[in-house]
């Protein structure tokens, strides 16, 4: 979250609902690299917020806090910043509009992220088949065929949440596992709650040197597992089945 500051006369930095902690460095520093990076964008947010009395909302990717399903130029990694929303403070609830939303990030900054208001629902039955898991990891609004982490919904009053993938809900829970091998190698395994595939992945798991789990992300384990010839349908495979 950023917001400005009329007593500092700077910017307001916080992670949800504190201005400490991790997440909140992580989010500041990507955040002030990318208005250093690009003044004339960082201008233009400095006096969107100070002039409409907002507080921006940011979804915020970086190498120091890997998701489950990475941002990758040719060059590795990237920290990147994605702007949601912008709600305005007051006690009541209430987001800029939509309109206004496009006109600012379209008409104003050049180097942001925006997420897209990319399809609007007007009734339970239009929503519906958009929930079905297929539709969510495999078409999407704009028929992605990359991992995809989930879809932002905002609903008529400005409410915004997120409906996560199953891929990535796949992989998520082998984080879990992974973070549980950690701290406890001799951990048993309940093989009846996995498919076979995550049951590859956590034997996989299991053969790397326990000094060491602790420095690989689940990204990186899943690059392994996939070089090892893993299938890791459909993102690495086409629909017949053969490697891309």
């Known amino acids: 979250l950023t917001s400005w ?110 997420v897209v208001f990319d399809r609007q629902f007007d009734n339970w039955e239009e929503l519906e088949p958009v929930l079905d898991s297929k539709w969510i990891d495999l078409k999407g609004p704009a028929m992605i065929t990359h991992p995809v982490e989930g879809w932002v919904f905002c609903d008529s009053v400005g409410y915004m949440f997120k409906i996560k993938t199953p891929y990535y809900n796949f992989w998520r829970r082998l984080r879990t596992i992974k973070e549980a091998l950690q701290e406890h190698p001799d951990i048993e395994i309940n093989w009846d709650k996995w498919d076979a595939k995550a049951q590859s992945v956590i034997d996989y798991i299991q053969t790397i040197p326990h000094e060491l789990l602790p420095l690989k992300s689940i990204i990186t384990i899943r690059n392994e597992w996939i070089e090892l010839g893993n299938k890791d349908y459909p993102y690495n495979l086409t629909p017949e089945g053969e490697p891309k």
């Open 5 to 114: 500051n009329p007593y500092t006369k700077s910017i307001f930095y916080a992670s949800k609902s504190t201005t400490e902690g991790q997440h909140v460095a992580i989010g500041k520093r990507v955040l002030q690299q990318y208005f250093k990076t690009c003044s004339e964008d960082a201008e233009a947010i400095e006096a969107f917020m100070r002039e409409k009395d907002v507080t921006l909302l940011w979804e915020i990717c970086s190498e120091d806090d890997p998701h489950i399903i990475s941002e990758f130029t040719v060059n590795g990694y990237y920290d990147r910043a994605y702007l949601l929303n912008a709600v305005y403070n007051k006690v009541r609830f209430e987001t800029i509009s939509n309109d206004e939303y496009n006109a600012f990030v379209w008409d104003q900054l050049n180097e942001c992220h925006p």
